[in-house]
């Protein structure tokens, strides 16, 4: 199964794509989209475009957003917001199901606490795909979805592996 994580951002929109096979996961490529300065349409075309790209090139067979909070900025939880709908958007144009989770949830899965700093999600990561070359911040939480993904993708399979046993 091939993940393809986002970190959504209107600035700079982290992606990371990971390959599972059973309990494995490899690391496959990562990135960062950065918008085209400009009015906030043509930044989210330049952000359409450049993820596009990403699941043309790299194929994934599902994808996962996290979520955003709500910070004291309304205009720019907003603009955030719109940047998320891209992040939603692409993958789903691809024909993918597409996850969502919670920051905290995330960070519980990655490194083990739902309060993690960047450095720490960032070294787990690393952990996780040793050898991996991080494009930055916005890629190591990317490649950090696609992580929790696999891991909450796997544990349904296994439940739903679990009823299926029981019910005969």
Same mark, same amino acid.
């Given at each position: ?28 490529? !990562? ?9 906030? =349409? ?7 475009? &450049? ?13 996962? /957003? ?26 789903? &144009? =691809?024909?993918?199901? /597409?996850?969502?989770?919670?920051? !905290? ?64």
């Amino acid at each position: 199964m091939r993940v393809l994580g986002i970190d959504p951002g209107l600035r700079n929109m982290g992606w990371g794509v990971i390959d599972v096979s059973g309990v494995r996961l490899s690391h496959v490529a !990562n990135g960062i989209c950065h918008s085209e300065p400009g009015d906030l =349409a043509g930044r989210l075309l330049s952000l359409h475009r &450049q993820l596009t790209d990403v699941v043309a090139r790299f194929r994934p067979g599902t994808a996962a /957003v996290e979520h955003t909070f709500v910070n004291k900025d309304g205009v720019a939880t907003l603009k955030l917001g719109q940047a998320r709908g891209i992040a939603l958007l692409v993958p789903a &144009q =691809a024909g993918l199901e /597409v996850g969502e989770y919670a920051p !905290n949830a995330v960070k519980k899965t990655v490194v083990g606490v739902g309060h993690a700093a960047k450095a720490q999600i960032e070294h787990m990561v690393r952990l996780h795909l040793p050898g991996v070359e991080i494009a930055g911040p916005d890629a190591a939480d990317a490649l950090a979805v696609a992580i929790c993904h696999a891991h909450h993708v796997q544990s349904a399979g296994r439940l739903q592996a679990a009823l299926a046993r029981a019910a005969r």
